[in-house]
T-cell receptor, first 111, second 114 residues
């Protein structure tokens, strides 16, 4: 069941540059999308979300873009910092119910 | 800042034993969830709980699993007879009744079944 896909297992970015993490989904019932950051042996930490009625949401260095026609969302982090190095999970929900997670993307920000 | 807490952080048990994983959700939240992550795999949904009853459960959540909110603060996951394949990180999450629909996760309990 691959309803939410993160096709890039890892991404390496130089400090100060933009990080772009991508996510695709297949279920048209999803109407809420979230990004979580996770460190080893810790729980997922909520970063930013977007409702399907919007196409962009911004919070500080983090911006999420949603393209409903392509069933694609992306997380932009700018400028990237070494402390951003972690695993980033995309998750989707229908009407606020269970979250369906992608496999995650390991982000490494090099100083 | 309010947070979800979980105990224990690590539980080692023998196959066939019962385990209870405990969670204290954020105090004004009304929806509660359990997820798990087997090493190297995705975070996967187990069960959601609202108004003192299960609102949704996954195929994984079979008769060996149960959840309970025994008082106004705790939320527990019980596995009656553990199997080797139950070894995983178990995460509790909670969210407020009304939107937005962010779920806030606890730090997890690492369950090791030997």
């Amino acid at each position: 069941d691959q309803q939410v896909k993160q096709n890039s297992p890892s991404l390496s970015v130089q400090e100060g540059r933009i990080s772009i993490l991508n996510c695709d989904y297949t279920n048209s019932m999803f109407d809420y999308f979230l990004w979580y950051k996770k460190y080893p042996a810790e729980g997922p930490t909520f970063l930013i979300s977007i409702s399907s009625i919007k196409d962009k949401n911004e919070d500080g260095r983090f911006t999420v873009f949603l393209n409903k026609s392509a069933k694609h969302l992306s997380l932009h982090i700018v400028p990237s910092q070494p402390g951003d190095s972690a695993v980033y999970f995309c998750a989707a929900s229908a009407r606020g119910n269970k979250l369906v997670f992608g496999a995650g993307t390991i982000l490494r920000v090099k100083s | 800042e309010p947070e979800v807490t979980q105990t224990p952080s690590h539980q080692v048990t023998q196959m066939g034993q019962e385990v209870i994983l405990r969670c204290v959700p954020i105090s004004n939240h009304l929806y509660f969830y359990w997820y798990r992550q087997i090493l190297g795999q995705k975070v996967e949904f187990l069960v959601s709980f609202y108004n003192n009853e299960i609102s949704e459960k996954s195929e994984i959540f079979d008769d060996q699993f149960s959840v309970e909110r025994p008082d106004g603060s705790n939320f527990t996951l019980k596995i009656r007879s553990t199997k080797l394949e139950d070894s995983a990180m178990y995460f509790c999450a909670s969210r407020a009744r009304t939107g937005p629909y962010e779920q806030y996760f606890g730090p997890g309990t690492r369950l090791t079944v030997t």
